[in-house]
């Protein structure tokens, strides 16, 4: 079946980055982009980005525009969000998600099981 | 940016009544929209997209409604799985935006 698994927890300083990877199975993954999406305690779920698998191309939130980079690796079917400068804000369950096209804005189905990261001194 | 505003925030509702959530848009999103449900350390769960067709799997008793600004998730007939959180969701502009959540709980 359709599958996004997410790597585990992460707790790391404020002024560090961090990378989550989402690897996918069960479908041809050049076929549809991978987008990210946080929910922060109290918070609603949020757009980060995406990635066409495809090409590479992405398309960034303006509000992360200068703090996230989203890869992949074809040859791993797996994506990668990688945010840096991180503060207690970011402090987050960060999931990936399949869209339903390479490129279009779409809904998501299915999404990863998530990956806490949790910035504190 | 598209605001999305849920309501009611939480829906005290017992098993077997219908629940009726609403989603309102901040300009047209035609029919736009996606509804998630949500369960507490769970990834969301598509059940609705384009407003009014069902995800694979999802049981008839979810159906969506609306168009333009206004858009409505209803559960025919609670079941004790339901009792969650649900998220409206728009596609029609970047940044992809999502609704506050409206909260169905056991009455």
């Known amino acids: 079946q359709v599958q996004l698994v997410q790597s585990g927890a992460e707790v790391k300083k404020p002024g560090a980055s961090v990378k989550v990877s989402c690897k996918a199975s069960?479908?041809?993954?050049?076929?549809?982009?991978v987008h990210w999406v946080r929910q922060a305690p109290g918070q609603r779920l949020e757009c980060m980005g995406w990635?066409?698998?495809?090409?590479?191309?992405?398309k960034y939130s303006q509000k992360f525009q200068d703090r996230v980079i989203i890869t992949r690796d074809t040859s791993a079917s797996t994506a990668y969000m990688e945010l840096s400068s991180l503060a207690s804000e970011d402090t987050a369950v960060y999931y990936c998600?399949?869209?339903?096209?390479?490129?279009?804005?779409?809904?998501?189905?299915?999404w990863g099981q998530g990956t806490l990261v949790t910035v504190s001194s | 940016e598209i605001e999305l505003t849920q309501s009611p925030a939480t829906l005290s509702l017992s098993p077997g009544e219908r629940a009726t959530l609403s989603c309102r848009a901040s300009?047209?999103?035609?029919?736009?929209v996606a509804w998630y449900q949500q369960k507490p350390g769970q990834a969301p769960r598509l059940l609705i997209y384009?407003?009014?067709n069902r995800a694979t799997g999802i049981p008839a008793r979810f159906s969506g409604s609306g168009s333009g600004t206004d858009f409505t998730l209803t559960i025919s007939s609670l079941e004790p799985e339901d009792f969650a959180v649900y998220y409206c969701q728009q596609r029609n502009k970047w940044p992809l935006t999502f609704g506050g959540g409206t909260k169905v709980a056991i009455k």
């Open positions: 300009q047209s999103i035609y029919t736009y």
């Open positions: 384009d407003a009014s």
């Open positions: 990635i066409n698998p495809g090409n590479g191309n992405t």
């Open positions: 069960g479908y041809t993954f050049t076929n549809y982009a």
């Open positions: 998600a399949r869209a339903q096209a390479p490129e279009s804005s779409s809904w998501f189905d299915p």
